[in-house]
């Protein structure tokens, strides 16, 4: 069965602060999906990841794929308050799509 | 139009009512996807719809049953449910089954007494 598992689970950072969360998943595959979602809302799609060595990036957030060590990053860079929301990767084998298990960021003042 | 539209928005039900809940797009995707999420959890695929054909069970209840009219449209008929079914339901699609992004809907809450 696949895993799909981030870490850490819970963030609690500074605005201004960096910090990255990272998604492990135990098949191969090379397409991963970063999403973000609001308490009691939706998932809005971030970033699509579809081969080794992809690296987005949009406002504050960047993100990467290492196919290889079956690494997903979620960098942020100098935290501000609405970026807090939690975060998932989601890994596609092309038979199966499997969501992390979540971080939940918290940016604090 | 880049949407993906559910209704309703929030649901209570008692336990021996019969309920539907809808998911429509107009993207012209192909293959649709009902999710459950229960709270600070990821979302847990449900039913996957390719074509129109139901193409993944994922061993749900049969008190769930899933219909797919039309390319655009998904449903999701509820019957006598437990209340540990109170979730929220999110409806996805994407151009195809396999190796496409997925698009979520707003989400159904539902409340089951």
């Known amino acids: 069965e696949l895993k799909v598992e981030q870490n850490p689970l819970f963030l609690s950072m500074q605005e201004g602060k960096n910090y990255t969360i990272y998604c492990n998943y135990s098949?191969?595959?090379?397409?991963l999906y970063w999403y973000r979602q609001d308490p009691g809302k939706s998932l809005e799609s971030l970033f699509v990841?579809?081969?080794?060595?992809a690296v987005k990036q949009e406002g504050r957030l960047m993100a990467s794929l290492d196919t290889k060590a079956r690494l997903s990053t979620l960098h942020i860079t100098a935290a501000v308050h609405d970026l807090s929301a939690t975060y998932f990767c989601?890994?596609?084998?092309?038979?199966?799509?499997?969501f992390g298990t979540g971080t939940s960021l918290t940016v604090i003042p | 139009d880049t949407e993906v539209t559910q209704t309703p928005k929030h649901l209570v039900m008692g336990m021996t009512n019969k309920k539907s809940l809808k998911c429509e797009q107009h993207?012209?995707?192909?293959?649709m996807y009902w999710y459950k999420q229960k709270a600070k959890k990821p979302p847990e695929l449900m039913f996957v719809?390719?074509?129109?054909?139901?193409?993944i069970n994922e061993s749900v209840p049969s008190r769930f049953s899933p219909e797919c009219p039309n390319s655009s449209l998904l449903n999701l008929h509820l019957h006598a449910l437990q209340p540990e079914d109170s979730a929220l339901y999110l409806c996805?699609?994407?151009?195809?089954?396999?190796?496409?992004?997925?698009?979520f809907g707003p989400g159904t809450r539902l409340t089951v007494l």
């Open positions: 990841l579809l081969s080794n060595g």
């Open positions: 993207m012209g995707h192909r293959a």
């Open positions: 719809y390719s074509y129109e054909k139901l193409s």
């Open positions: 996805a699609s994407s151009q195809d089954f396999s190796k496409q992004e997925q698009f």
């Open positions: 098949t191969t595959s090379d397409r």
């Open positions: 989601a890994v596609d084998t092309g038979n199966q799509f499997y």
